[in-house]
């Protein structure tokens, strides 16, 4: 349910606006579809570290431990950053989905959100966990009926009483809005959407029974891409012109969803459709703040060298972190610049900077199972000894993450240099790279990495009248650019989850349930 709850939110229910209105039908659903093979390889790669490893800070302690601590430490920090930065443009979407109802102060709202989201965060894991299963469950319904009533108003039960087929395509500009910029733009407000997903591994140190879930959960990811966005995402295309007014601008962006339950014929529907779009807000903020909160917590207890002030490691009797979930929290008030530059025009350079950190976080995760793989085979390792194995993605899985993902964050940016520079949509597009070389020079700095001690170098010489002494040995420092893990002695076994009596039981209920008289019901319960 946890990878449901990011699967489905504020990138599917509002990202989508932006998309269609910024490439088009044609692109929207292409751009879409790759980020989604993309994403579901990269789950994949996840499902195999996690199962194997369930710990706290899930691909970001895997960078660290397969790849390299430096780029562990950025790509840790990065992704805090994203996560902390998603609660403010969940925030600032709350602004938006109000708009639809009232203009009047809509930051008041965010303030509510903000209090209520760091409230139950600071109560027991279980409270968090309640709130995503219901909200999810929500988010889930809303979009089965929106499939539905999509249909429907499609072949003729809209407004108009008119069939509409893909008349809209065909709009002017339409179906690739903005030619290959606009195509390339999709992009990044597709991997906003897609955010998320990835975030489930970091849940894998707190989930019950993980060598047995885990695996459940990424097999099942595939379906829901297909279901809940492909389809979603081309029933918005042929329902709603790209053009439509308000879909997408500076103050503000309606959702595609409200527009479709308005075109129906119903504003009651449209506003009750807009009311579990801002819950869907309510718990994608909710599940960032979750994440962001365990990321700092994860980054001040990696040992020998904590990543991140010791404060944060502090936990409540309850086991929350607090003090990072507080630091993760503060970022938020970043949403209350709406007041000067506009809801629309703030949460689009939001969104640009996490889709941006998503992407970087699949790429780190298709790193990190390049070196695992290799580490797994070079040390004689048996393939059968993986708790779970994604086989059909062995060897090229790894290698097509990491390349893919290299060219979506090279040409995405593409409109904000051609036809006409625009320095702050440059900024949201690739501010992210140079931090994370910073960071990982930084790291390696204040590390000691970047020297290594050279071997003894004997400079004697023979003895003649010249120099009748020997030269001492000496001990130099020479540089290095890197710390990558020797994949040939990284600990393969620290960490490895041993099931328990716990686990076994769980196990066993399950089979019982599915062996029982109603295990036909079970079943269905467990695939949907």
């Known amino acids: 349910m946890i990878a449901i709850a990011g699967t489905i939110g504020t990138g599917l229910f509002l990202g989508t606006g932006r998309s269609l209105a910024q490439g088009g039908p044609a692109s929207m659903v292409i751009c879409y579809g790759i980020v989604g093979a993309v994403v579901y390889v990269t789950l994949l790669l996840l499902g195999e570290m996690a199962t194997q490893y369930p710990v706290a800070g899930s691909f970001n302690a895997y960078a660290t431990r397969f790849f390299s601590p430096a780029y562990g430490f950025a790509l840790s920090w990065n992704y805090w950053f994203n996560d ?34 760091v409230g139950v965060n600071a109560a027991h894991v279980k409270v968090y966990g309640e709130l995503e299963y219901w909200l999810s469950s929500l988010k889930i319904t809303a979009v089965v009926v929106f499939i539905i009533v999509g249909i429907f108003v499609n072949v003729g039960f809209n407004r108009d009483h008119e069939f509409i087929g893909t ?78 007014p308000g879909l997408s601008n500076t103050t503000t962006t309606t959702s595609p969803f409200t527009i479709v339950f308005r075109e129906a014929g119903s504003n009651v529907a449209a506003s009750f459709m807009n009311t579990v779009i801002l819950t869907s807000v309510l718990s994608a903020g909710n599940h960032a703040l979750f994440a962001g909160s365990r990321v700092l917590y994860g980054l001040s207890v990696i040992s020998p060298a904590a990543q991140a002030p010791r404060i944060f490691s502090w936990t409540t009797e309850a086991g929350v972190p607090l003090p990072a979930l507080l630091a993760t929290s503060s970022v938020s008030v970043l949403c209350f610049g709406t007041s000067f530059i506009g809801s629309g025009q703030l949460w689009g350079w939001l969104q640009n900077i996490v889709g941006v950190s998503n992407q970087i976080a699949w790429l780190s995760i298709g790193l990190a199972s390049w070196r695992f793989r290799q580490a797994w085979i070079q040390q004689g390792r048996s393939l059968e000894e993986l708790k779970f194995r994604a086989s059909w993605t062995w060897p090229w899985g790894p290698p097509f993450v990491v390349v893919t993902v290299t060219a979506l964050i090279l040409i995405q940016g593409w409109s904000s240099v051609i036809p006409h520079f625009s320095a702050v949509d440059f900024v949201s597009f690739y501010v992210e790279l140079p931090v994370m070389v910073a960071m990982y020079v930084g790291w390696l700095l204040a590390s000691g990495s970047l020297f290594r001690p050279q ?23 020479r540089w290095r650019y890197h710390d990558l893990v020797d994949t040939q002695t990284v600990d393969l076994r620290r960490d490895e989850h041993k099931e328990e009596d716990e686990d076994r039981a769980d196990d066993e209920e399950r089979e019982h349930r599915l062996k029982g008289q109603v295990g036909l019901l079970w079943r269905l319960y467990y695939m949907v």
């Open 167 to 244: 008349k809209y395509w065909n709009t002017a500009g339409g179906p690739f809005v903005g030619g290959f910029a606009g195509f390339a733009r999709v992009f990044v407000t597709a991997s906003f959407a897609y955010g998320g997903t990835e975030s489930l591994g970091i849940t894998a140190g707190e989930t019950k029974n993980p060598s047995r879930n885990m695996p459940r959960v990424v097999k099942f990811v595939f379906w829901r891409i297909l279901l809940f966005y492909i389809l979603s995402i081309a029933l918005i295309g042929l329902n709603i012109p790209w053009n439509y």
């Open 455 to 477: 071997e003894e170098v004997s400079l004697s010489l023979p003895p003649t009248a010249s120099t009748p002494l020997l030269y001492p040995s000496k001990l130099r420092q």
């Open 84 to 117: 902390a930065v998603s609660v403010a443009s969940d925030l600032t979407a709350a602004q938006l989905v109000l708009q639809f109802w009232t203009t009047w102060n809509p930051w008041m709202i965010s303030l509510v959100f903000w209090v209520f989201l």
